[in-house]
């Protein structure tokens, strides 16, 4: 069901909001003045945590009226997966091809885990329900569609209480006409009591069993997403906020609201995007050729890679099946594999509040289960009695559990030291200090894997990169992973735990609209096929974006090809159709990615063009020019100072077996002495993180407010 279009309340500022699994960031803009807030994340209803947050706002005098956007990435689409809560769906497939969720493609993830079992399918096999039809693989009808047995599968789904129907016909992305009318026959059935999720509208390419999953998935999500959109408008009603609601997606872009119910599958894994755009647009013009994106919230690490500006892309992930790992992982076969473009991000099951347990071998781990924001690790004095790895920065000096900035929190460091006693160090036999020590060192091991992930095992040297860190703990552990990889910089930008909030915000409204082709660069009249195709699917997108005229909107065009008989293609953008020499321009363009890739000159190979992508945005991000990072750093500052008041001006600290014990120095970004750089140990303390600087390396504030730190001899 379409959602009419929400205008604008006349205002011109802006609310940004970032779900995590711990907090919740807010930031809020009336025009002139930048507002933050951090509240404790409510995974039941993630809309009371926005709520709370917009009381505490318009309690400091920020006017809601005010806002013409609001801009918002959240967990709930992923969190339905990995927690096996989405809705009861269905499959209608082609009779013959109901088995193919369970075949896959036989990649075992681990072969010497002979213990390892293949993730449980979404859609269990008795709702696999086959259909008779088919389709050629040049869109010719072979079978005529089955009207009764289309009828007869809705019959057995609804009698088994399904809420939600996805069909995947062969070949229906040559030719869709059979999920049209399959479509048509369910919605007349069901009408809106049951959403319907057809492959063509989701995925549009070949490779018939990631096609199916990725339409299993967005109909396994969509009735959940469709009713955390109703509550969240109906709180943005109930407070007079009457604006655009832009949802983040996985490829780095925003949607409206109508484009997140019918696409939910594009807002899996989303949330990690917005802080790598902030990367980008903030710290971009570092001398750095290659940053690493680096955000440590609560529940889990990500990284991402940049190179010279551009931010690295895939077009397959995987997500689910007990773990929490996206894009960029060597490892498939794991989880529920989705074929949509997306920003490349590595995911590991380690955050801040990351559970430290000792196993049956009497060995120590670390996650993956996180505390949460319910019950929270054990210092926030919420009621979590398990250790967690905040709690072992607590305990090691690292972190005042006073300056956490919730005010629902009763922290103590004592709670966090008795949580490690009693379940860490006693059983282990050693100190208190040694032992959160041990869970510090094995978190910033696991984290590692992330990095690693988006470089070593793309073939990039990590020492020659820069860590950019970000989220409440990024800050915390960057410097002691950057030790482990020896990476000599580390920049931290301001307001480093909101910093995915502020992201957002440089979000562009795009879409992107994909088909499979399988054209020979030899073919005659290769060029008209390819502008042919490039105009249905731009018309398609056009709908998007009804209130942009086509001046205003900007279109990239990107393609795919591979050697002929060769399974994986090369990405690259798409050469100029008017000129008389386009297919050479893009064979040789292909020539030398694949040199430059493989190390194998191919120039006089037979090639052949496999996919077509049409991407169209707005051109400008949807909060442009409207901010800056100063407001949002000055927002920071000023609520820090209502809620700390004067803070003490050293805090005794552990830095390991080298160095021991030492009372370090207790800094603000905005102190002068950081203007010329200071040694560590330092650390700077800000209303949504800690900036840790160890011994043996040095901190400097550049004139972009960054916090540029570099390892002594480094």
């Known amino acids: 069901m379409s959602t009419p279009r929400r205008t604008g309340s006349g205002g011109r500022g802006w609310l940004s909001v970032d779900i995590g699994g711990t907090f919740t960031d807010v930031i809020g803009f009336d025009g002139h003045q930048t507002w933050i807030e951090k509240v404790l994340s409510t995974p039941a209803r993630p809309v009371d945590a926005i709520d709370e947050a917009l009381t505490r706002l318009t309690g400091r005098g920020f006017a809601l009226e005010t806002v013409a956007v609001f801009v918002h990435a959240t967990t709930v689409a992923t969190n339905a997966i990995l927690e096996a809560k989405g809705a009861r769906t269905a499959l209608l497939t082609t009779r013959g091809f109901r088995d193919i969720l369970e075949i896959g493609r036989l990649r075992i993830p681990r072969p010497l885990n002979f213990t390892w079992q293949k993730p449980s399918q979404l859609v269990p096999r008795s709702l696999r329900l086959e259909v008779s039809e088919r389709i050629t693989s040049r869109g010719e009808i072979k079978i005529p569609l089955a009207e009764p047995d289309v009828a007869d599968a809705v019959r057995q789904a609804c009698d088994d209480g399904v809420d939600s129907i996805a069909i995947c016909f062969i070949n229906s992305y040559v030719n869709p006409v059979h999920e049209q009318q399959a479509a048509a026959i369910v919605r007349s059935a069901v009408g809106d009591s049951v959403a319907v999720t057809c492959s063509f509208e989701v995925l549009r390419e070949i490779r018939e069993y990631e096609r199916t999953s990725t339409t299993v998935v967005n109909a396994y999500v969509k009735p959940i997403i469709d009713t955390y959109i109703r509550r969240l408008q109906d709180l943005l009603d109930a407070r007079a906020i009457r604006c655009p609601i832009y949802i983040m997606q996985a490829n780095g872009g925003v949607t409206d609201i109508d484009g997140a119910r019918r696409l939910p599958v594009t807002l899996i894994e989303s949330g990690p995007c917005a802080g790598i755009l902030g990367t980008v647009d903030l710290v971009g013009d570092l001398a750095e050729e290659w940053l690493i994106s680096f955000d440590m919230g609560g529940t889990t690490a990500k990284a991402a890679l940049i190179d010279h500006g551009e931010i690295s892309t895939a077009s397959y992930y995987e997500v689910g099946g007990g773990i929490n790992t996206a894009v960029g992982a060597l490892l498939t076969g794991q989880g529920y594999p989705i074929a949509i473009s997306s920003i490349d991000v590595s995911e590991v099951g380690a955050g801040g509040g990351s559970i430290a347990w000792i196993d ?7 996650g993956p289960h ?23 920065d607590v305990a090691l000096g690292l972190i005042d559990p006073r300056s956490i900035s919730d005010q629902a929190i009763t922290p103590s460091a004592e709670l966090a030291v008795s949580a490690i006693r009693r379940h860490i160090a006693e059983p282990l036999g050693v100190a208190v200090p040694e032992a959160a020590q041990a869970i510090v060192d094995l978190a910033n091991s696991q984290m ?7 470089t070593v095992h793309k073939g990039l040297d990590p020492r020659q990169c820069a860590i950019v860190a970000f989220g409440g703990a990024g800050p915390v552990h960057a410097c002691g992973m950057a030790e482990r990889l020896k990476i000599s910089t580390v920049v931290v930008p301001p307001a480093p735990g909101v910093f995915s909030a502020v992201g957002l915000t440089r979000a562009e409204l795009f879409s992107l609209e994909s ?21 249905q699917l731009s018309q398609r997108l056009r709908t998007r974006f009804p209130a942009t005229a086509d001046a205003e909107r900007t279109t990239h065009i990107l393609t795919d090809v591979r050697l002929r008989g060769q399974a994986h293609s090369i990405s690259m953008p798409m050469p100029d159709m008017s000129l008389p020499e386009f297919a050479e321009v893009l064979r040789l363009e292909f020539a030398k990615r694949y040199l430059e890739t493989y190390g194998y000159d191919v120039a006089d190979r037979d090639t052949e063009l496999t996919r077509i992508v049409v991407r169209m945005s707005e051109g400008k991000s949807i909060a442009s020019g409207r901010t800056s990072l100063f ?5 920071a500052d000023s609520k820090r100072d209502a809620l700390g008041g004067a803070s003490p001006r ?3 600290a552990v830095w390991g077996p080298s160095f021991g014990s030492a009372a370090t120095p207790l800094l603000r970004r905005s102190d002068p002495v950081l203007a010329d750089g200071t040694a560590g140990p330092v650390l700077i303390e800000e209303y949504d993180s800690v900036v840790v600087v160890p011994p043996s390396w040095r901190v400097r504030r550049d004139g972009w407010l960054n916090l540029i730190i570099t390892r002594d001899g480094g």
């Open 360 to 366: 049956s071998r009497g060995v120590l781990r670390v």
């Open 370 to 392: 996180s505390a949460g924001a319910d019950p929270g690790p054990a210092c926030y004095g919420t009621g979590g009695q398990q250790p967690t790895v905040t709690d072992a």
């Open 448 to 454: 590692l894997a992330a990095i690693r992930s988006v």
């Open 515 to 535: 088909q499979s082709t399988r054209f020979s660069l030899t073919e005659p009249g290769l060029a008209d096929s390819v502008r042919t195709i490039c105009g």
């Open 631 to 635: 407001d949002a750093l000055e927002g």
């Open 650 to 652: 050293q805090r005794v």
